[in-house]
């Protein structure tokens, strides 16, 4: 293996001028450079990346630390994410919190011990220990797809950027179109409380039966936890109420796994029995029989959106806050009743980037 001692016998410059170049520590003459690149090359030289982290200061890695990395959601916001580190010569380190307050935080300091220089986190329900943890050791962080309140934002206290995909309007919009089929009786399947998707969720659900001239029945808004065995409990026990809903809306992917199963163990079809659209679209939702109605995430686009966001606050340490909401599209199939044909994909409404100081939704 070729070493920086034969990069600079063959360039014919000294290793400090080598190391200068590869690790951009110093102006060197243009000549020199492409000397020192060109024997790079032919050589096939590889940089000490832990060497260059000591000259430099830098290690050029980010931490991701996200619950369910087995979620196709969460998959594709990791493929996103890292894609746009590499594009930008950073490497992922990736950590699974399980949604655990403690566990989470030790991730953390772990991903921070190895100097990672900025962290994208899918924060806990009850991340008070996290933002803590961030604030007191001064880490660049951005939040995904969850939102917080950070403590003393608004007096020079810790904040930070968030990146997160629109909520509330795209879930009114599955009510609404739900309403518009009839469906009177139309429950909710939410997430785990204390996240701030679950709280949008529930707040599009009630904005899309007010629009629709529903009432609010508190019993039939029921919480899976966002998780499957969660939401085949939850849907059990809408289906055992004496005046079962029509209609159901999923507020994610898993839950809706966890929907279908409660519903083919007590033999009803979908949606002859009872209608269904789902928040989160997945690559196989369109191979069920019917067909799933969705609301599709970006993302990927959340993913690099994080990593763009986080690298502009490494970039400029002290600018403003901000939060980017990115909009969802309204995939029409045929589980919630409509007549068989062309999948139909529709923009729900949703800002790109919504810069704001940090107010985010309840955690």
Known sequence: MATMTDVARRAGVS????????????????????????????????????????????????????????????????????????????SLLIADPHDDPEHERKVVQLLHERRVEGMIVAPSAQPRELLAYLGRHRVPAVFLDRLVDAPGSGDGGPHFDQVCAESTEPTARLVTH???????????????????????????????????????????????????????????????????????????????????????????????????????????????SPRLTAIAQPSRDIGARAVQVLLDRLAEPDRAPRTERLPCAFVHRTSCGCPDGPEQVAPTIGSKDSERSQKGSPS
Do not use: K
Request: net charge negative.
């Open 178 to 288: 739900l309403a518009g089929l009839g469906h009177r009786r139309i429950a909710l399947v939410a997430g785990r409380p204390g996240l701030s998707t679950t709280a949008e969720r529930i707040t599009g659900y009630r904005q899309g039966l007010e629009a629709s001239g529903l009432p609010y029945d508190e019993r039939i808004l029921v919480h899976g936890d966002s998780e499957s065995a969660g939401a085949e409990r939850a849907t059990a026990a809408l289906l055992s109420l004496g005046s079962r809903p029509t209609a159901l809306v999923t507020a994610n992917n898993a839950m809706t796994i966890g929907a279908l199963r409660a519903l083919r163990d007590r033999g009803l079809s979908v949606p002859d029995d009872i209608a269904l659209c789902c928040f989160d679209d997945f690559a196989w939702a369109d191979l069920f």
């Open 15 to 90: 290793v400090a001028t080598v190391s200068h170049v590869l690790n951009d520590t110093r102006p060197v003459l243009p000549h020199t450079r492409q000397a020192v690149l060109d024997a790079v090359e032919e050589l096939g030289y590889t940089p000490n990346a832990l060497a260059r982290s000591l000259v430099t200061s830098r290690t050029r890695s980010i931490g991701l630390a996200v619950s369910a990395v087995s979620n196709p959601y969460f998959t594709e916001i990791l493929q996103g994410a890292e894609a746009a580190a590499l594009e930008h010569g950073y």
